[in-house]
Protein backbone atom coordinates (compact mmCIF):
# COMPACT_ATOMS: atom_id res chain seq x y z
CA UNK A 1 0.00 0.00 0.00
CA UNK A 2 0.97 3.82 -0.53
CA UNK A 3 -0.28 6.52 1.47
CA UNK A 4 -0.13 9.88 -0.45
CA UNK A 5 -1.32 13.38 1.78
CA UNK A 6 -1.69 16.40 -0.34
CA UNK A 7 -0.96 19.87 1.50
CA UNK A 8 -0.32 23.41 0.56
CA UNK A 9 -3.74 24.50 -1.07
CA UNK A 10 -5.43 27.47 0.25
CA UNK A 11 -7.21 30.58 -0.66
CA UNK A 12 -5.24 33.11 -3.11
CA UNK A 13 -6.20 36.01 -5.52
CA UNK A 14 -5.76 35.90 -9.56
CA UNK A 15 -2.17 36.17 -10.45
CA UNK A 16 -0.68 34.62 -7.67
CA UNK A 17 1.19 31.11 -6.50
CA UNK A 18 0.83 28.64 -4.54
CA UNK A 19 3.33 25.10 -3.91
CA UNK A 20 1.28 21.85 -3.35
CA UNK A 21 3.38 19.11 -2.19
CA UNK A 22 2.27 15.09 -1.80
CA UNK A 23 3.88 13.64 0.24
CA UNK A 24 4.02 9.44 0.17
CA UNK A 25 4.86 6.94 2.49
CA UNK A 26 4.14 2.56 2.63
CA UNK A 27 5.23 1.07 -0.43
CA UNK A 28 6.54 3.99 -1.92
CA UNK A 29 8.92 3.92 -5.13
CA UNK A 30 11.49 5.75 -6.99
CA UNK A 31 10.25 4.03 -9.89
CA UNK A 32 6.56 5.35 -9.87
CA UNK A 33 5.51 8.27 -12.60
CA UNK A 34 3.28 10.53 -10.44
CA UNK A 35 0.81 12.81 -11.53
CA UNK A 36 -1.49 15.76 -10.29
CA UNK A 37 -5.24 15.79 -11.37
CA UNK A 38 -8.53 18.31 -10.06
CA UNK A 39 -11.68 18.65 -9.73
CA UNK A 40 -14.00 21.82 -9.55
CA UNK A 41 -17.86 21.07 -8.57
CA UNK A 42 -19.91 19.08 -10.55
CA UNK A 43 -16.94 18.80 -13.32
CA UNK A 44 -15.02 15.64 -13.48
CA UNK A 45 -11.25 15.16 -12.25
CA UNK A 46 -8.94 16.05 -14.94
CA UNK A 47 -5.47 15.72 -15.82
CA UNK A 48 -3.05 18.55 -14.38
CA UNK A 49 0.40 17.31 -15.09
CA UNK A 50 2.35 14.44 -14.55
CA UNK A 51 6.14 13.14 -14.51
CA UNK A 52 8.57 10.24 -14.68
CA UNK A 53 10.17 8.67 -12.06
CA UNK A 54 13.37 10.39 -12.69
CA UNK A 55 11.84 13.58 -13.40
CA UNK A 56 12.98 13.80 -17.05
CA UNK A 57 9.61 12.95 -18.66
CA UNK A 58 6.97 15.86 -17.74
CA UNK A 59 3.26 15.94 -19.40
CA UNK A 60 0.96 19.05 -18.85
CA UNK A 61 -2.33 19.94 -19.32
CA UNK A 62 -2.58 22.83 -22.15
CA UNK A 63 -4.52 24.85 -19.86
CA UNK A 64 -1.82 25.19 -16.96
CA UNK A 65 1.59 24.86 -19.55
CA UNK A 66 3.67 27.66 -18.82
CA UNK A 67 1.98 28.33 -15.57
CA UNK A 68 2.49 25.23 -13.61
CA UNK A 69 5.30 23.14 -12.63
CA UNK A 70 5.38 19.83 -11.71
CA UNK A 71 8.64 18.19 -9.83
CA UNK A 72 9.96 15.31 -7.36
CA UNK A 73 12.48 14.21 -4.75
CA UNK A 74 12.38 11.12 -4.56
CA UNK A 75 15.13 11.50 -1.52
CA UNK A 76 11.69 12.67 0.58
CA UNK A 77 9.16 10.70 -1.38
CA UNK A 78 7.45 14.15 -2.34
CA UNK A 79 6.46 15.74 -5.54
CA UNK A 80 5.60 19.30 -5.78
CA UNK A 81 3.49 21.08 -8.25
CA UNK A 82 4.42 25.05 -8.25
CA UNK A 83 1.04 26.96 -9.36
CA UNK A 84 2.17 30.57 -10.81
CA UNK A 85 -0.18 32.87 -12.02
CA UNK A 86 -3.28 31.22 -10.93
CA UNK A 87 -6.57 32.00 -12.22
CA UNK A 88 -10.11 31.92 -11.17
CA UNK A 89 -10.86 28.49 -13.23
CA UNK A 90 -7.90 26.79 -11.66
CA UNK A 91 -10.06 26.37 -8.25
CA UNK A 92 -10.83 22.96 -7.67
CA UNK A 93 -9.41 19.51 -5.19
CA UNK A 94 -6.49 19.21 -6.39
CA UNK A 95 -5.36 15.45 -6.38
CA UNK A 96 -1.79 13.60 -6.50
CA UNK A 97 -1.77 9.85 -7.45
CA UNK A 98 1.10 7.41 -7.95
CA UNK A 99 0.76 5.17 -11.16
CA UNK A 100 3.09 1.85 -9.95
CA UNK A 101 3.35 0.41 -13.72
CA UNK A 102 4.47 3.60 -15.78
CA UNK A 103 7.91 2.04 -16.18
CA UNK A 104 6.18 -0.09 -19.07
CA UNK A 105 3.66 2.09 -19.93
CA UNK A 106 5.04 5.73 -19.99
CA UNK A 107 3.68 9.05 -18.17
CA UNK A 108 0.00 8.76 -18.65
CA UNK A 109 -2.55 11.69 -18.41
CA UNK A 110 -5.60 8.88 -17.61
CA UNK A 111 -6.69 9.08 -14.19
CA UNK A 112 -8.17 5.14 -14.41
CA UNK A 113 -4.52 4.01 -15.02
CA UNK A 114 -3.45 5.77 -11.50
CA UNK A 115 -2.90 3.07 -8.48
CA UNK A 116 -2.88 5.20 -5.41
CA UNK A 117 -4.20 9.05 -4.38
CA UNK A 118 -4.07 10.79 -1.78
CA UNK A 119 -7.19 12.81 -0.17
CA UNK A 120 -6.72 16.24 -2.49
CA UNK A 121 -6.13 19.07 -1.15
CA UNK A 122 -8.37 22.32 -1.86
CA UNK A 123 -7.43 25.15 -4.24
CA UNK A 124 -9.30 28.26 -4.25
CA UNK A 125 -8.60 31.47 -6.59
CA UNK A 126 -10.26 35.14 -6.13
CA UNK A 127 -10.91 37.43 -8.96
Known amino acids: QVQLVESGGGLVQAGGSLRLSCAGS????????MGWFRQAPEKEREFVAA????????RYAESVKGRFTISRDNAKNTVYLQMNSLKPEDTAVYYCAADTRCSSTGVTTTPSLYDYWGQGTQVTVSS
Open 26 to 33: GRTSSTYC
Open 51 to 58: LSWSGSST
